[in-house]
């Protein structure tokens, strides 16, 4: 049995597909997440946990877990004391931010979050929106909600605070976004006693290194191609996307092999440039991982 291993807790729900597949590019394969909220993982110094994003930072703090993926949001909610070690800038659906927003009816009177002076909102997020509210010098009756926060306005309540990535539910519900409150990624955090723990600090580095590598890799592909010689500045300045390629003599005399990595979006608008320029052999690769 290994002595030396890493607890980790990541976030069940609607983060959990996206996290297993940006720990797949990273390379550790995690099987039986389906079934189970204690997956196998092939790497014997790591041991997860899958938890709701709303707990992990608590159970970090508390020394339950070493280390853990979790909202910004959730570990300011908690107050947690934990030490943030890196951003991760990934979502359900996009590499966009999730943000909290303040939520009223289409047709309400509310137009700005002074208009709330006195009135009740619900959130999951109490203390993110006492703390916004607060911060403003204005005073509501701000009570928690289990789930479905979007359904209980006007009838329950005058307003919401509601996260949220690209809107589309919220205006499908006939809402209005009034303001935003807070910005969140997923973060790594550690447990500061975890990480004050020599072993544990480098396995977790060694972690992060390759997650933000498969996300550096998001949307980039790498290509390569054969090319005549005398071709290759007349490429280069006609090209700018190929910036930095990596260009290698081959055996046949006059000819060079270029190898760079550009965005998957202009693949299909520079194959044919590349062509018409003599490229021959042109490949074009996806990347698990980029690390600068």
Same mark, same amino acid.
């Given at each position: 049995?290994?002595?030396?291993?890493?607890?980790?807790?990541?976030?069940?729900?609607?983060?959990?597909?996206?996290?297993?597949?940006?720990?797949?590019?990273?390379?550790?394969?995690?099987?039986?997440?389906?079934?189970?909220?204690?997956?196998?993982?092939?790497?014997?110094?790591?041991?997860?946990?899958?938890?709701?994003?709303?707990?992990?930072?608590?159970?970090?703090?508390?020394?339950?877990?070493?280390?853990?993926?979790?909202?910004?949001?959730?570990?300011?909610?908690?107050?947690?004391?934990?030490?943030?070690?890196?951003?991760?800038?990934?979502?359900?659906?996009?590499?966009?931010?999730?943000?909290?927003?303040?939520?009223?009816?289409?047709?309400?009177?509310?137009?700005?979050?002074?208009?709330?002076?006195?009135?009740?909102?619900?959130?999951?997020?109490?203390?993110?929106?006492?703390?916004?509210?607060?911060?403003?010098?204005?005073?509501?009756?701000?009570?928690?909600?289990?789930?479905?926060?979007?359904?209980?306005?006007?009838?329950?309540?005058?307003?919401?605070?509601?996260?949220?990535? $690209?809107? /589309?539910? *919220?205006?499908?519900?006939?809402?209005?976004? &009034? #303001? %935003?409150?807070?910005?969140?990624?997923? !973060?790594?955090?550690?447990?500061?006693?975890?990480?004050?723990?020599?072993?544990?600090?480098?396995?977790?580095?060694?972690?992060?290194?390759?997650?933000?590598?498969?996300?550096?890799?998001?949307?980039?592909?790498?290509?390569?191609?054969?090319?005549?010689?005398?071709?290759?500045?007349?490429?280069?300045?006609?090209?700018?996307?190929?910036?930095?390629? $990596?260009? /290698?003599? *081959?055996?046949?005399?006059?000819?060079?092999? &270029? #190898? %760079?990595?550009?965005?998957?979006?202009? !693949?299909?608008?520079?194959?044919?440039?590349?062509?018409?320029?003599?490229?021959?052999?042109?490949?074009?690769?996806?990347?698990?991982?980029?690390?600068?």
């Amino acid at each position: 049995m290994n002595d030396k291993c890493l607890k980790i807790g990541l976030p069940s729900g609607s983060l959990m597909e996206q996290t297993l597949a940006l720990f797949a590019k990273a390379g550790f394969l995690v099987s039986g997440a389906g079934r189970s909220y204690r997956p196998s993982v092939d790497d014997p110094e790591l041991t997860i946990r899958l938890l709701r994003a709303q707990e992990i930072s608590r159970y970090v703090e508390d020394g339950f877990l070493d280390c853990g993926i979790t909202g910004r949001d959730w570990v300011a909610e908690n107050n947690s004391d934990v030490a943030s070690l890196c951003d991760l800038p990934y979502s359900k659906v996009s590499a966009a931010p999730t943000r909290w927003v303040v939520v009223v009816p289409e047709d309400s009177p509310v137009r700005k979050v002074e208009d709330l002076a006195g009135k009740r909102v619900a959130t999951e997020a109490v203390g993110l929106t006492k703390e916004f509210f607060r911060r403003r010098g204005i005073e509501a009756d701000i009570e928690f909600s289990w789930g479905a926060t979007e359904v209980k306005v006007p009838d329950l309540v005058d307003a919401i605070v509601d996260i949220t990535e $690209t809107g /589309s539910s *919220l205006r499908a519900n006939k809402l209005r976004i &009034v #303001e %935003t409150i807070m910005e969140s990624y997923p !973060v790594f955090i550690a447990n500061r006693l975890a990480y004050s723990d020599e072993w544990k600090r480098g396995k977790m580095d060694r972690i992060l290194l390759l997650l933000q590598g498969a996300l550096a890799a998001r949307d980039k592909v790498g290509l390569k191609m054969n090319l005549p010689k005398a071709s290759l500045e007349n490429l280069l300045e006609q090209l700018p996307a190929l910036r930095n390629p $990596t260009v /290698s003599p *081959l055996a046949h005399d006059g000819w060079v092999a &270029v #190898e %760079t990595v550009i965005d998957e979006r202009v !693949v299909r608008e520079i194959i044919p440039q590349l062509k018409a320029l003599g490229a021959e052999g042109i490949i074009e690769y996806p990347l698990n991982k980029l690390v600068y």
